[in-house]
Structures are given as C-alpha cells and as structure tokens.
C-alpha cells in the first residue's frame, strides 16, 4: 500500500489523492498544491541522480533563466550539434522528469492540457507554449535515468497509435 510505505516520511512530504485524470491531471494537482517557487515532476517509471535537481537551479539562477532540462551529453553528440529548448521538446520533453521551471512559467502559460492524456503529447504541447511565450531554457548534462519498462516502450504500437489518435481527434 502506498500510504503504509510513505508514512515512514512523516512530515516531511504530503500525500495527494484524487480520480484519474491522466498525466496532465495529476501534474496540474502537484503544481496547484505546491508551495514552492520552483517545480520538478519526476514521472513514476524515472529516477533522478542525486543532484540533478540542485545542479539545474545552480545553471538556472546563476544565469537567469526560467526552465532547465537535462539531456545527457550522449544524446548531443549523437544530434551532432548542440541543442536548443524547441530541439528538446522532440528529444526529451521539458517538463517530464528531466524539467525544472520557475513557477511563474506555469503562471504565464496556463497549466498542462488536460485533453492530452499521452505523456509525451502533454509535455511536447506545453513546451511549445513555453518557448512561444519567450522563456529563456538551459540545458544541463544530468541524465535521468529511464527505467526499461517506460510506458511507451511496453505498449503495444496499434494501442500507441490508439491513444495517440485520441489525443488529436
């Protein structure tokens, strides 16, 4: 049970529930519950390296800017060039687990669509928005892990192609 293994936390985190409402649903609960000027969303199949999150708010404060997304210097060497934020939105969507944000991003654009219930279609929309709006995105070398059994990878392509569809029609 999840509540049992999380109340060995104690104070020092707060369980949300709520029905499903997808991805876009359950990242747009955290952001209105949270207090903090910064946001982080760490999707349930990822794990981050232990200074992921202070390495991309060192990068973000020190040179004023609003978003910061991991990319692993291997994915950069396999492109061939360095990336820029629109390049990530295609590699590695900023606000998946490899995204950090100034809550006034959030503030300005409007929260996750909640008609987009495939991950990777609500992340690549609400990057969009952000680079329109004229954020300023750092990308930093610290990998996120990806666990094999990504939902992605482990649904079968016509059930994919399914969802996907249903996110556009």
């Known amino acids: 049970?999840?509540?049992?293994?999380?109340s060995r936390y104690g104070?020092?985190?707060r369980v949300i529930s709520q029905e499903n409402r997808g991805l876009s649903g359950a990242r747009n609960r955290g952001i209105?519950?949270?207090?903090?000027?910064?946001?982080?969303?760490?999707?349930?199949?990822?794990r981050w390296h232990p200074s992921k999150t202070t390495?991309?708010?060192?990068?973000?404060?020190?040179?004023?800017f609003d978003v910061s997304v991991c990319v692993n210097p291997d994915v950069e060497r396999w492109c061939g060039e360095p990336l820029?934020?629109?390049?990530?939105?295609?590699i590695?969507?900023?606000?998946?687990?490899?995204?950090?944000c100034d809550r006034r991003v959030f503030?300005?654009?409007?929260?996750?669509?909640?008609?987009?219930?495939?991950?990777?279609?609500?992340?690549?929309e609400c990057s969009f928005r952000v680079r329109d709006a004229g954020f300023k995105a750092v990308l930093v070398d610290v990998p996120v892990r990806k666990h094999e059994h990504r939902v992605y990878h482990s649904t079968p392509p016509?059930?994919?192609?399914?969802?996907s569809k249903r996110n556009y029609y």
Request: net charge negative.
């Open 55 to 64: 390495d991309q708010l060192q990068h973000m404060r020190s040179e004023g």
């Open 32 to 46: 209105a519950e949270a207090t903090g000027r910064y946001l982080a969303f760490l999707d349930a199949d990822d």
């Open 92 to 100: 590695s969507p900023g606000f998946g687990s490899s995204g950090v």
């Open 107 to 124: 503030d300005d654009v409007g929260l996750f669509d909640e008609k987009f219930r495939w991950y990777r279609t609500a992340d690549i």
């Open 84 to 90: 820029t934020f629109a390049d990530c939105c295609f």
């Open 158 to 163: 016509d059930e994919r192609d399914r969802l």
């Open 11 to 13: 104070d020092r985190i």
């Open 1 to 6: 049970d999840t509540r049992e293994r999380l």
